[in-house]
């Protein structure tokens, strides 16, 4: 069964960090692009960090700096971490794995920064 599962979600205060999780099953992981993708409320889902079969990663520039993704091949789970977050990065954030166009996404955690 193909499955993304995530964690790690939670409500921070603002300029505080949090750890999310993407564990992944059912599919060669290793082959795969990774990404994190956010939806805020009212707002289209947009990507916010994507990270290559190889491992070359790029990020939306609005948390260049702050955010850094990752992937462990050998336990099949990626990550973002998350630095000194603000208000504006509340939002469900999603895992999706693509290849040859066809992703899969799981089904959120939500992130919220707030005092």
């Known amino acids: 069964q193909v499955q993304l599962v995530e964690s790690g979600g939670g409500l921070v205060q603002p300029g505080g960090s949090l750890r999310l999780s993407c564990a992944a099953s059912?599919?060669?992981?290793?082959?795969?692009?990774m990404a994190w993708y956010r939806q805020a409320p009212g707002k289209q889902r947009e990507l916010v960090a994507v990270?290559?079969?190889?491992?070359?990663?790029h990020y939306v520039d609005s948390v260049k700096g702050r955010f850094t993704i990752s992937r462990d091949d050998a336990t099949n789970t990626m990550y973002l971490q998350m630095n000194s977050l603000k208000p504006d990065d509340t939002a469900v954030y999603y895992c999706?794995?693509?290849?040859?166009?066809?992703?899969?996404w799981g089904q959120g955690t939500q992130v919220t920064v707030s005092s």
């Open positions: 990270i290559s079969s190889s491992g070359s990663s």
């Open positions: 059912g599919i060669i992981f290793r082959v795969y692009a």
């Open positions: 999706n794995a693509n290849r040859g166009g066809n992703p899969i």
